[in-house]
């Protein structure tokens, strides 16, 4: 499973691992089995866990005071999940994550982050584009949910992520979207008539 994640890697960064590298990446990183609907981390604790998705899915969500769920990111294979602001500083997250699927990752821990890792230049580099890129993806969703109708949103996901779509359910997806699930139906059933 070690070769998702150095394959993943060495896909993101200029400069290939090295064998050091990647000898102390399988020391350090460790395998995590979550099974469907068992939390990786709930709202309150503080991250203490970064995961890199091997096989399965994840959803991250918060929960509003109807106990309504309320979807902000959604993960598959060869995503990171976490809160990294919680794993970087240490504050308790406001989120939960949880397995859709029965889910495999590659864990690290912060300890292991700080004392092990993190002065290889091939993880800040690698670090600099997760951060750049996630800046970027949040830009555009905050774009899309002031700006875009509901059916340009759906569309918008259908084009980046259409693997979503037989991965999630309609009341997920509906709810990443910032919409009810009779809103994303008539959506769809609107479209297929056209």
């Not at 359910?169 to 056209?194: D, F």
């Amino acid at each position: 499973m070690i070769g998702n994640l150095i394959e993943y890697i060495n896909s993101k960064i200029d400069s290939k691992l090295t064998e050091s590298d990647i000898d102390l990446l399988s020391e350090t990183f460790h395998l995590k089995r979550i099974r469907k609907h068992q939390y990786f981390i709930q709202s309150g604790d503080v991250c203490k866990i970064a995961g890199f998705i091997v096989k399965g899915a994840l959803k991250k969500y918060t929960i509003d005071n109807l106990g309504k769920e309320n979807i902000l990111e959604l993960y598959i294979e060869n995503w990171w999940a976490g809160d990294k602001e919680s794993f970087m500083i240490g504050t308790p997250t406001p989120y939960y994550i949880d397995a859709y699927e029965d889910t495999d990752l590659l864990v690290i821990t912060k300890e292991d982050f700080n004392n092990k890792l993190s002065k290889l230049s091939c993880l800040t580099e690698l670090n600099n584009a997760l951060t750049e890129r996630q800046s970027f993806q949040l830009m555009k969703r905050l774009y899309s949910s002031q700006t875009l109708t509901a059916e340009q949103r759906l569309e918008q996901l259908q084009n980046t992520h259409p693997e979503f779509f037989q991965r999630f359910p309609q009341h997920i997806i509906a709810s990443y979207l910032g919409m009810t699930k009779e809103t994303l139906s008539r959506i769809r059933s609107n479209a297929l008539k056209k």
